[in-house]
């Protein structure tokens, strides 16, 4: 039965904006109780095994979801492609744990938090939520996730209390990860047939896996790369700490944007295979449509309370994220772009080589720029190299789906939304030059920002809103 892409938009949603309100409640708690070096320790550390579990996962998680996307109604064939894909998965995570526990976990500054992190690895190892996201079946993998964030949150409150605790904070990260995988698997029998594995019949997905595995490495050197080299570089985990919490500030509203990417990318490659290229053309366009109008507002409005949330939201220690903030807002407009031409158009239709290309260029941009600027500027030249990396990745995959996608239809929406997006950028920045940094200041400038832009994108008769307000009116009438 084919999935709606609007039931399985308000599931991810859903789990994206639990996403955003958990952290609303641990950041400020973490920040003051763990510190700003503290944090940078988790964040350095962190960025090491991010590079083995890449090099372990191989790309895996795309490519499977692409692959069980084209046989959606077919048990026999994803079944065989599930068992398969693991297995090279599997044999790929043996190798690159090994490489990091003789590389990082015998001795060293960090050496305790390197073995905590081996559990990381182990919970990759076991991540099979490719697969339900191919069924576009985001329904149990949203459920599950809720669930382990919220047992994850009531344990960091319960059991980290002073900057002693870092290596709790880590081991509660690891072992919900472990916990959340494993649940997963208890639905498989009814899924999946029994594995009847033949190893020349792995070989055939070794060639595509190592395709999507390149444009992989590239992303993370730009997604990555910054707290890595922040720490090797500057050796001062103070400054990694408030890059890390200000990058997460904006990864905090980038769920909401790219809430609809995840669930884009199964339904791309179901319609690709069917070679419905005018359907992938107008998902595409909604798509764009969508991120003008939610992502130009977050990012102005972020650019507008920075210097009233840090303060307050991460603690004085944390005054320098200010302009990293401002600067990082930027980031929700240019991802949300390249996850549609990217992670929604490219990698579903197969164009790994142009995805490749984009990524690898951004890449290249993002460390040359990190060299020229971490020495000089710290954490502000690490997000100005990020920013100036994603709006390199976004253009040239605009250039190649051009065929796909028309920059005029694309960006008809463009204008509407920015100019409410700015007005009420003025409107809250003014206003916030008139209280002093709290929570309750910070809702009232949110709540502000919302009410001046939802007027004027009204005004401005942007077709959306009204196409939104009449499924919500259906929807509350009860019809379908």
């Not at 576009?136 to 949150?153: G, H, P, Q, S, Y």
């Not at 008809?412 to 940094?437: D, R």
Request: aromatic residues 14%; charged residues 15%; glycine residues 6%.
């Amino acid at each position: 039965m084919k999935k709606s892409i609007k039931k399985n938009y308000i599931y991810n949603l859903m789990y994206q904006i639990l996403l955003v309100i958990l952290p609303l409640i641990t950041t400020p708690y973490i920040s003051r109780i763990l510190g700003s070096e503290n944090i940078g320790i988790y964040s350095f550390t962190s960025s090491i095994v991010a590079y083995f579990i890449l090099f372990g996962s191989l790309g895996v998680a795309l490519y499977g979801q692409r692959e069980i996307a084209f046989f959606q109604e077919n048990k026999i064939k994803r079944s065989e492609i599930f068992w398969q894909v693991n297995i090279i998965k599997w044999f790929a995570m043996i190798i690159s744990i090994a490489a990091y526990i003789f590389t990082f976990c015998l001795s060293g500054e960090y050496t305790i938090y390197y073995q905590i992190l081996i559990l990381e690895l182990i919970a990759n190892m076991l991540d099979i939520s490719w697969y339900y996201q191919g069924l576009e079946d985001f329904k149990t993998t949203v459920i599950r996730n809720m669930i382990v964030k919220a047992l994850c949150i009531a344990c960091i409150f319960l059991f980290v209390r002073t900057p002693n605790d870092l290596p709790l904070y880590f081991i509660i990260y690891s072992v919900s990860n472990i916990f959340g995988n494993l649940t997963l698997w208890i639905k498989l029998p009814r899924l999946l047939d029994k594995p009847k594995i033949k190893v020349k019949e792995l070989k055939k997905h070794i060639k595509p896996i190592l395709l999507m595995f390149l444009p992989q490495i590239t992303i993370q050197i730009y997604t990555v790369l910054d707290r890595t080299m922040l720490g090797f570089i500057l050796n001062d985990m103070h400054q990694v700490g408030i890059y890390e919490q200000s990058q997460k500030i904006v990864k905090l509203s980038l769920t909401v944007v790219s809430a609809l990417g995840t669930v884009m990318i199964p339904r791309i490659a179901n319609l690709y295979a069917k070679n419905k290229i005018e359907d992938i053309s107008k998902n595409l366009y909604n798509s764009f449509h969508l991120v003008f109008l939610i992502g130009l507002p977050i990012m102005f409005g972020i650019m507008a309370i920075a210097a009233n949330l840090i303060p307050w939201f991460l603690g004085e220690s944390f005054t320098e994220a200010i302009p990293i903030l401002q600067i990082a807002s930027v980031l929700v407009l240019a991802i949300g772009l390249s996850n549609i031409t990217g992670m929604q158009c490219l990698i579903p239709i197969n164009r790994q080589k142009d995805f490749t290309i984009s990524v690898l260029a951004g890449s290249i941009i993002n460390f040359v720029g990190n060299l020229l600027l971490i020495p000089y500027f710290k954490a502000i030249g690490a997000i100005i190299s990020s920013v100036l990396a994603e709006f390199t990745v976004t253009f040239i995959q605009l250039w190649k789906v051009k065929k796909i996608i028309e920059p005029k239809i694309a960006f008809q929406p463009f204008f509407k939304c920015f100019l409410a997006s700015f007005i009420m950028f003025i409107a809250v920045f003014l206003l916030g030059t008139y209280f002093s940094p709290s929570l309750i200041s910070s809702c009232i400038l949110i709540i502000t920002g919302i009410i001046v832009y939802g007027i004027l994108i009204i005004v401005l008769k942007e077709p959306f809103v009204f196409y939104g307000l009449s499924w919500l009116k259906k929807i509350i009438g009860g019809k379908k």
